[in-house]
């Protein structure tokens, strides 16, 4: 198996979609907005806007995320971003642990039929190697601390603290955040010199 991760660009908009959207096109899901977006702006937000606010963000500079391809097939997920342009930058239960302009890594997506085949890791590798490309620090990810527990699929979104740690990254800080019932916490990757 061989996965390339290519940024979500304009261009690949309907793979985004594939993975992001929902199977009715006026649908409400969230499109990967709920932790870019403030509470406010995420409501108002709704069917088919979300799948407009998402392409555009696609159209941008630097792009919302990654995606995981084997072949041609689109397999999976990633969003990145710069932490102060996400409500990460004013969470009271995510800390900062310094100054960086780190960047959050938050969402770890993998379609069904493609599940363990190691493709969350090459997600991972892949969000973090284009941040760095664009000249991130640091990335930080908020993963689960779930010690070897089954994490319900619908919450395994975060990652998990193994898939973190596999990928390279230290835990920095404990957070107040809880996924799926297990707390979260910070871990984090420095760019290399």
Request: hydrophobic residues 40%; charged residues 20%.
């Amino acid at each position: 198996m061989s996965i390339e991760v290519l940024p979500a660009t304009l261009e690949r908009f309907d793979d985004v979609a594939t993975m992001l959207g929902p199977r009715k096109p006026t649908s409400s899901v969230c499109w990967c907005l709920s932790h870019r977006l403030d509470a406010k702006t995420n409501r108002g937000l709704a069917g088919p806007a979300r799948g407009e606010y998402v392409k555009r963000l696609c159209a941008r500079d630097v792009a919302p995320g990654v995606l995981a391809y084997d072949g041609d097939a689109v397999v999976g997920w990633a969003a990145v971003a710069p932490r102060a342009g996400l409500p990460f930058a004013r969470s009271t239960k995510i800390p900062h642990v310094d100054d960086l302009d780190v960047w959050s890594l938050w969402c770890v997506r993998v379609r069904p039929g493609h599940r363990g085949r190691g493709i969350a890791h090459e997600l991972i590798a892949g969000a973090a190697a284009y941040a760095f490309a664009q000249g991130a620090p640091a990335v930080e990810g908020y993963p689960t601390d779930n010690q070897g527990q089954k994490v319900d699929l619908t919450m395994a979104y975060v990652g998990t603290r193994q898939l973190f740690e596999d990928a390279g990254f230290t835990k920095a800080a404990d957070t107040d955040s809880v996924s799926g019932g297990f707390p979260r916490v910070l871990m984090r990757l420095a760019r290399s010199a």
